[in-house]
């Protein structure tokens, strides 16, 4: 980030307190107290009276407690956030007049949140759900907030079905189960009644569902929005989010146990890369369409359940976003943050999307209901640019504004309107016409090309695993009519897919589609085509497993290679105290202190494991089922796994399968992820990390 403070970061330090030793405990109202840990009450050496009433300290402590908890987000409960900047390299200052989008020379302060969709605040972080991927840019002109997910389309086109589909995934009203699924009755009830959200649910059930991380999923605007230039010409616009450490998922099992062994997975990742510098970034893209062309797509582009594929219609990367800070307070900064996809700057703007324009009044109002009328006063929300006007009072209210109107047009013309060359806002004038009616144009009613265009671009292992999810949800469902009439909705996207899952979950027999598979593919469609631009093991966790008498040598060049690229490797040992490294007595100072023990981490959390050898460590690890367990985990989640010396008979013996081999000799081998090298050499090793780097799954 630099040693210079963001202008937002400055300005919310003038709101932040610092906690020191100096100082001492006041009520709220600032008298100092003495004691906050009894209560004052009436009593003697014999006898605990009563307490007293009068003790206002103890009450307002007590008060304050009662009423700490502020509704949480009625979707996108849970989240997590970071500060960091938006830099532009390529002004589009023939699209738009706003400077965040035009000026190469600017920082623009941003703040980011992260979430889950369905689940409420203390849900897990890796259940399968969409993410939420909000940006507020503190522009010099205003906030300006994208309100995007990491999926490019949405399950309904029109905002007033809102409250059906989010009623219809969160838990069942009855018995308030399950707790942040899309796997009952109730979701999947709605996806076939709602043929719409088709496409949507294809990407749901895809792996794109499971992140590994959120630095590691693209992010989407999701809606049409319209640039406007200085000719007042408006082109509509979506706006893009390109992950530099490329789009990764977890396989499903491997979500599914973790949501359970560390349910705050995601948010530690977040925090825990910002901290130790892997600073995760993303290229800002836009994809657009001239006014006028609009009607030249086989879609309506103002339909939030089609995305613009980018063979048609490509995106031209202009800019970076890079998160650099942690929060200091989690309530004060992510809870109390408020976005509105009405915060647009002058330059950017609506379209006649009809579930944008339902969006920007909810936003507002639901920001009422959590945090007050006053909400963009709160500091996480504050503009950094001035902000005059004549809206006044309400409950909390900060500002206090000095001058004896309240009103405009005034005698004294304060705080007149600005003009254009002033940086008002545009409206460019638009030609609208048309009958008032409930009813979109006729190109919504298409509901199903793009689900299969989605499916047909998918990669096999892609395919295969959207079966899985499909299989696990519906057999969560146990009303026949909602996995049968499901079963069926598939055949009208792929006829082999409509058959495994029916025959997985108990529905009929796939009858005939209502429609042919188009056999059309797309680019970026595959998260398999989002690769690193540079491939890169940094930030990411790999378990080093030890036993007493392990191979010292290997254990340390190994831990150096890897810091050296950045990436963080933990040691896992059979305790948490000291294991000794053979041909050292076993006494205080002579072993490696491991960061956890088998049993208090699982392979869940790591991304790669690697076994020093050493012939007493590999037989105590060979003779722990847990030690087992940790490998062919691992194995079963797709993970690079790395063993030198010794360390290749524990891997024998974890992965007596057929296909798998293991080295013999000085030569690395890999073998299905596998990589091990019997007889060590000192240069091996670097071998094998870089091995590890390009070639085996890191990415
Ligand atoms: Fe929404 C929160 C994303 C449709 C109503 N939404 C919310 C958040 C994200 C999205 C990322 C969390 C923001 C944060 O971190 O505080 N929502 C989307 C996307 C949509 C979408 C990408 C489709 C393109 N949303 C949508 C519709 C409505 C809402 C159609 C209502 C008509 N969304 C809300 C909300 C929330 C919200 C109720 C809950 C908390 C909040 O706004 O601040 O107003």
Redesign the pocket.
């Known amino acids: 980030m630099g040693g210079e403070k963001s202008r937002k970061l400055a300005q919310l330090d003038q709101h932040s307190q610092f906690v020191t030793k100096d100082d001492r405990i006041t009520s709220d109202w600032g008298a100092k107290l003495g004691n906050t840990d009894e209560w004052l009450r009436v009593t003697s050496d014999h006898q605990n009276g009563p307490m007293l009433l009068e003790d206002s300290f103890a009450r307002e402590k007590i008060f304050r407690f009662d009423h700490e908890r502020i509704p949480e ?4 409960a849970r ?1 997590a956030g970071a500060f960091g900047n938006f830099r532009l390299f390529e002004s589009i200052e023939d699209l738009t007049i706003a400077p965040v989008l035009t000026d190469t020379s600017r920082e623009t302060p941003v703040f980011v ?1 992260f ?1 889950t969709v369905q689940g409420s605040r203390g849900s897990a972080d890796t259940v399968r759900d969409v993410r ?3 940006v507020k840019f503190y522009t010099q002109e205003g906030n300006w907030d994208i ?3 990491n999926i490019p389309v ?1 399950f ?1 086109q029109d ?1 007033i079905k ?1 409250p059906d589909v989010i009623h219809a995934v969160k838990p069942e009203p009855h018995n308030e189960v399950p707790q942040a699924q899309t796997a009952h009755n109730n979701f999947w009830d709605f996806m076939y009644m709602h043929s719409e959200a088709t496409h949507m649910f294809m990407w749901a059930m895809s792996d794109r569902a499971i992140p590994r991380s959120y630095r590691m999923m693209q992010g989407f605007g ?2 049409t929005f319209t640039l406007i230039n200085r000719e007042g010409k408006r082109h509509f616009v979506k706006f893009h989010f390109t992950p530099e450490l490329g789009v990764h998922s977890f396989v499903w099992d491997e979500a599914l146990k973790i949501a359970g062994q560390d349910p705050d997975f995601h948010r530690k990742d977040l925090y825990e890369a910002i901290e130790n510098g892997a600073y995760p970034k993303w290229k800002f893209g836009v994809q657009v369409i001239p006014e006028g062309q609009e009607h030249d797509f086989d879609f309506d582009i103002l339909d ?1 359940t089609k995305l613009w594929p980018e063979d048609l219609v490509p995106v031209r990367y202009i800019g970076e976003l890079e998160l650099n800070r942690n929060v200091d307070e989690y309530f004060t900064q992510t809870e109390q ?3 509105c996809t009405a915060h647009m700057v002058p330059g950017i703007g609506h379209s006649d999307d009809p ?2 324009q ?2 920007s ?3 507002f ?3 009422v209901s ?1 945090l007050g009328i006053n909400w963009q006063e709160l500091p996480i929300n504050r503009p950094v640019c001035p902000v005059m006007n004549f809206n006044r009072d309400g409950q909390s209210r900060h500002t206090i504004t000095k001058g004896n109107v309240n009103y405009w047009p005034n005698r004294f013309e304060v705080r007149q309107p600005p003009t254009a060359d002033e940086g008002a806002y545009l409206d460019p004038p638009q030609n609208v016409g048309g009958i008032k009616t409930r009813a979109k144009s006729a190109k919504f009613k298409e509901h199903f090309n793009q689900a299969q265009l989605f499916y047909n671009s998918l990669s096999e292992p892609e395919k295969s695993h959207l079966a899985s999810a499909f299989s696990f949800e519906l057999d969560h469902c146990d009303d026949p009519i909602v996995y049968e009439r499901m079963s069926q909705r598939l055949v009208d996207i792929d006829v082999g897919l409509a058959q495994t899952v029916a025959e997985m979950v108990g529905g009929p027999k796939p009858g005939t589609p209502t429609r042919q598979n188009h056999g059309k593919k797309a680019s970026k469609l595959s998260q398999t085509e989002f690769s690193p631009s540079k491939p890169t093991i940094a930030s990411r966790r790999v378990a080093i497993i030890i036993a007493d008498g392990f191979d010292e040598t290997v254990y340390n060049s190994v831990k150096s290679a890897l810091k050296a690229s950045s990436a963080l490797p933990f040691t896992i040992g059979p305790r948490r105290s000291e294991v000794f490294p053979a041909g050292v007595p076993k006494s205080a100072g002579n072993g490696v202190q491991s960061d956890h023990h088998l049993e208090g981490m699982r392979s869940t959390m790591f991304d790669a494991i690697f076994v020093p050898g050493g012939v007493e460590s590999i037989k105590t690890l060979s003779k722990s089922g847990r030690a087992l367990h940790w490998c062919r985990e691992a194995f079963g989640h797709l993970k690079p796994i790395a063993g030198t010396g010794e360390a290749v008979e524990l891997f024998k013996l974890a992965f007596a399968l057929p296909g798998i081999h293991v080295s013999t000799n000085e030569q690395a081998v890999e073998s299905y992820g596998v990589v091990t090298i019997a007889n060590v050499a000192p240069e091996s090793l670097r071998e094998a990390v870089t091995f590890a780097k390009e070639g085996v799954g890191f990415f």
């Open positions: 987000r009625v979707v996108h989240g949140r979430s939420g991927f909000a309100v995007g997910n949405f309904i905002a809102f999701v809606n939030a943050a408020a976005f579930l944008l339902g969006r009044f909810s936003y109002d639901t920001q959590r």
